[in-house]
């Protein structure tokens, strides 16, 4: 199985993006889905300096001021995520007041009357919401208290939450929240572990991204978790490319999903261009997986469908068909293509 080549990438992204911004000509909320869309469309415009894309999310940000979603004082994780693109036009055209609400917000979180409060990621998705944002501030702030917090806030997610934490460290995968925890957590119709692929693609997405901007003293224990989610993965990857819904059971909810599978190549096809991930060993993985997403998802119009929408848990948002689709899946492909673009040469 091998990879298309780089220009072909670009046309298939180019052609999801272009869909996406002509199908929604309003830019949306600010929260995170069409935020995660949004880092999403800034990452394409890196690769291809294509100033649309770069006038789309301007144009989103400006017209919510650069705030996040219920004010600098929250602490939840999902309205945390808009500083994602947020830092990518500070970096981009740098404007102290682009950054200005996402590192008050963080500031809170470090040093406000609250500091000492480290259990706010109770669900494994906002390791990708937040992550991100306390690597990139304590970079651009030069003020390693904000590592130090993301890590505990992390460490609590990853061993305390629910009693014992939400990695299972046997199965290398992460349980989505406390309620499938077992014993005596949700399993599946066949009594099986229920791990949630967009789940675990939000863990792998948010190992990728903070590892790109993190000193290598501070790397160790998310190097880890994403070579051995890796291992895992490689051996639960579908034949046509796609993960299932639930890693532990392909019978429950079988299927194409397209935002797991997205987010999984992307932080595969990091680990392989940062040197992580033995390419020999993982590149037909990524491979498999982006041509099994063009072949099935991508329509000839450039419409990605098989996108799992909105929700709390692999239930939600059924059925999910060649014709469903969503903002933060688009940005989900959009990161993948973007790191395979990379490797394709």
């Known amino acids: 199985m091998k990879l298309p080549s780089r220009a072909e990438v670009v046309r298939t992204l180019r052609k999801v993006n272009d869909h996406w911004i002509g199908a929604n000509t309003d830019p949306g909320d600010n929260q995170w889905a069409r935020a995660t869309y949004m880092a999403g469309d800034l990452a394409l415009y890196r690769l291809t300096q294509d100033q649309r894309y770069l006038d789309h999310a301007r144009g989103w940000a400006e017209k919510w001021s650069y705030a996040l979603n219920t004010g600098v004082t929250t602490r939840h994780a999902d309205d945390q995520c808009a500083g994602q693109a947020y830092l990518d036009l500070y970096e981009l055209e740098p404007e102290p007041a682009k950054i200005a609400q996402i590192g008050a917000s963080l500031r809170l979180m470090v040093e406000g009357p609250d500091a000492a409060k480290d259990d706010d990621w109770w669900w494994v998705d906002a390791l990708h ?192 068909t060649a014709d469903t689709t969503a903002d933060f899946g688009v940005g989900g492909f959009l990161y993948a293509g973007t790191e395979v673009a990379a490797l394709a040469g």
């Open 129 to 320: 919401m937040a992550m991100p944002p306390f690597a990139r501030v304590g970079v651009l702030f030069d003020d390693t208290r904000y590592w130090d917090k993301m890590d505990a806030l992390y460490t609590h997610t990853k061993s305390v939450e629910g009693g014992k934490g939400l990695l299972d460290p046997a199965d290398r995968l992460w349980w989505r929240d406390k309620r499938y925890l077992l014993p005596g957590g949700k399993t599946s119709p066949n009594g099986k572990n229920v791990y949630w692929s967009r789940g675990d693609g939000w863990a792998a997405a948010a190992f990728a991204k903070v590892l790109q901007v993190l000193p290598a003293s501070r790397t160790g224990e998310y190097r880890d978790r994403l070579v051995e989610m890796a291992s895992t993965l490689r051996a639960l990857q579908r034949s046509d490319g796609f993960w299932n819904v639930n890693l532990a059971d392909p019978q429950h909810l079988p299927g194409p999903e397209t935002s797991g599978t997205a987010f999984f190549t992307y932080g595969l096809a990091y680990g392989i261009r940062s040197g992580l991930l033995d390419r020999a060993t993982y590149l037909p993985v990524v491979a498999r997986a982006w041509n099994g997403m063009v072949a099935t998802a991508v329509h000839s119009d450039g419409f990605l469908g098989w996108v799992q929408g909105v929700g709390h848990e692999p239930e939600s948002s059924r059925p999910v």
